[in-house]
């Protein structure tokens, strides 16, 4: 069965639900080495880093799962300067980092707006307009989209978190600010405005079914998304998600096990179904299993995304709990995630904006 279902060129659902399901050991290897091929075949052995600059934490959104909700009054706010951030992306374009990605909590006042806008500006301009800047500041108005494209933004992250809109209302609040209808929009906007679209989904999540998994890979094709971050969906206490997940008592080692090996299964699943994407091993694998993201890239990703944000500033910004690298500096995530790369035989692609080659190729396509 598994071999009929690898030599097919398209899956359908029940195709990829048997995949995700896979946990025998002979099996996975298996799978992983099918995503290993067209992982060499499509986008080659390179991996692309992204630094992480993580330059605020303040969030006007109260997602149930997220340790920066609003609500959380456990954590101090900051905004790191635009002179610090500046800094921070020099650092990243003197040690041949193709590219940055800012991320921040979700904020759409106009004083925020016109900080990132000067910001990804001066960083394109500082770069020679050399290093990739991803952006994943959350839902915004498309002429915010438009403005911080303009200034030398190329790619977005926006993540639909699940495309099962029942599933999305339970870990969001019922308010305009967290509606399904309009995160789906904006990835639309986005494409519309010329960025490469990402997005993703949190996988492991409590109620979540493997059908709904298979349909948000079904998602990412019909949508044509050129880039995919995705990744275990982690508990934090300080949410009400994260207690009601301890409380239901499924947060155990064989629980955080299997979102593991689910996860691993999906990066397989969508680099073999979608070929010439761009994957990260995001970091949340890694707070499940020191190998974690180094198993993301066995099993067909493609990105790393080093943190780079500031020492001072990690322990404020955690979206979840166990977030690795926290005490780190940028210099000691730029040699541990160089060895990490090569323990699996892989090349770092330094000075290499690294965009996806589905984004070139959508284009050509017309
Ligand atoms: N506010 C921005 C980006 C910051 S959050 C936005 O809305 O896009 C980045 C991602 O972290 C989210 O999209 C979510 O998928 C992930 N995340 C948040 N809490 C998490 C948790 N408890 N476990 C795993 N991932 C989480």
């Known amino acids: 069965m598994l071999e009929k279902i690898l030599a097919k060129d398209n899956l359908d659902q029940q195709d990829i639900i048997y995949l995700l399901k896979l946990e025998d050991k002979a099996d996975v290897k298996r799978l992983y080495e099918k995503a290993r091929e067209v992982k060499q075949a499509y986008v080659g052995n390179k991996v692309y880093y992204r630094g992480l600059i993580e330059f605020s934490n303040y969030c006007s959104k109260d997602c149930y799962y997220c340790g920066i909700r609003k609500s959380n009054q456990e954590v101090p706010r900051f905004t790191v300067s635009e002179a610090e951030i500046l800094e921070t992306a020099k ?62 933004g190329s790619r977005y992250l926006l993540r639909i978190e699940t495309t099962n809109p029942e599933l999305y209302e339970k870990l969001h609040p019922k308010s305009s600010l967290h509606s399904f209808e309009q995160r789906l929009a904006c990835l639309d906007t986005l494409r519309e405005v010329g960025f490469q679209v990402g997005t993703g989904v949190m996988i492991g999540l409590p109620d979540q079914t493997y059908e709904d998994l298979a349909k948000d890979v079904l998602f990412f094709q019909a949508k044509n998304i050129d880039m995919i971050g995705m ?11 994260g207690a009601q997940t301890i409380e239901q008592n499924l947060n ?115």
């Not at 041949?96 to 910001?119: H, K, M, N």
Request: proline share 4%; charged share 20%; glycine share 8%.
């Open 252 to 366: 155990t080692m064989q629980d955080r096990a299997w979102r593991l090996r689910v996860s691993l299964n999906m990066i397989a699943v969508c680099r073999i179904l979608l070929k010439d994407v761009n994957i990260a091993a995001t970091t949340a694998l890694q707070a499940l299993h020191p190998l974690g993201r180094e198993k993301g890239l066995e099993a067909g990703a493609n990105i790393l995304m080093p943190i780079i944000t500031g020492q001072e500033h990690r322990k404020a910004y955690q979206l979840y709990n166990n977030k690795p690298c926290i005490n780190d500096t940028a210099e000691h995530c730029k040699n541990c995630l160089f060895d990490r790369v090569k323990s699996v035989d892989n090349q770092v692609g330094y000075g290499e904006k690294g965009d996806s080659p589905h984004y070139y190729k959508r284009l050509q396509e017309g």
């Open 91 to 152: 650092w990243a374009y003197d040690n041949a980092y193709g590219s940055i990605t800012l991320q921040s909590g979700e904020r759409s006042d106009p004083l925020f707006v016109e900080f990132c806008e000067s910001v990804i500006a001066n960083i394109h301009k500082q770069s020679n307009q050399e290093l990739g800047m991803t952006l994943c500041m959350g839902e915004q108005s498309k002429e915010t989209y438009k403005r911080w494209f303009n200034a030398g």
């Open 231 to 241: 990744g275990p969906y982690v508990v934090h206490n300080d949410t009400p998600l």
